[in-house]
């Protein structure tokens, strides 16, 4: 080793510099807006309101309780 020289100034100042990068990081993460859940799908009939989980359940309520009913469509 060199006399007079020290490798602990650079040691430190290594470490302070990744500290500071971690807490950036960490800040940015903070402040990053949270994503809000996705609210579960419904499937509602036309007819009556009913809600179900499904769409395989919501044609087989509307064919089974309104087999006459027409479907109502609204044209845009």
């Known amino acids: 080793m060199t006399e007079g020289r020290s490798f602990v100034p650079v ?3 290594g470490l302070l510099l990744g500290g500071a990068a971690l ?5 940015f993460a903070q402040a990053a807006p949270p994503t809000p859940p996705t609210p579960p799908t ?7 309101d009913d ?6 359940d919501l ?3 509307f064919t089974t309780e ?3 009913q027409p479907l109502p ?3 845009e």
């Open 42 to 48: 419904v499937y509602t009939c036309p007819v009556c």
């Open 23 to 27: 807490l950036g990081v960490y800040a």
């Open 59 to 61: 044609q087989y309520h």
């Open 51 to 56: 809600e179900f989980a499904t769409l395989e």
């Open 11 to 13: 040691i430190v100042g």
């Open 66 to 68: 309104h087999p006459r």
């Open 73 to 75: 469509i609204e044209w």
